[in-house]
């Protein structure tokens, strides 16, 4: 009787094991009218506009998309030391930027079709 049982056992598993391949199978294979989403670079360095000097301080670079009526939100944020960089999909974006003893930056309408090295000029605070 315990030869019947496990013989059963194991054909469950192998043909368990034979629809998880088929599925995982199936999830792996792209549909053919998908198209790959173009990524692009962006990056650059982070200077004070006054001096022209790089800025070596701790500066937090934001990402925003734009909504289908024009209006920015928010993707992401990191920050950097002296230069940035992002990997994106193509698009349109605004850029800030902000160090302490700087005024916060805004770059808007960053369009994105190619790698773009964008540096970011920023204006110390008047306190």
Avoid at 82 to 94: F, H, I, K, W
Wanted: charged fraction near 20%.
């Amino acid at each position: 009787m315990a030869g019947k049982g496990t013989n059963i056992g194991i054909a469950v598993v192998a043909v368990g094991s034979l629809v998880g391949l088929l599925l995982l199978a199936t999830r792996v294979k792209a549909a053919p009218d998908e198209t790959p989403e173009l990524t692009v670079n962006i990056h650059g360095v982070i200077y004070d506009a006054s001096t022209g000097e790089v800025i070596t301080g701790r500066a937090k670079v934001a990402v925003y998309g734009y909504q289908p009526w024009g209006t920015p939100y928010y993707l992401m944020d990191s920050y950097f030391n002296e230069e940035y960089a992002y990997s994106l999909p193509a698009g349109r974006y605004a850029i800030w930027c902000f160090v302490d003893e700087y005024e916060p930056q805004w770059i808007y309408d960053v369009q994105l079709d190619d790698d773009l090295e964008l540096d970011i000029g920023m204006q110390p605070s008047q306190e």
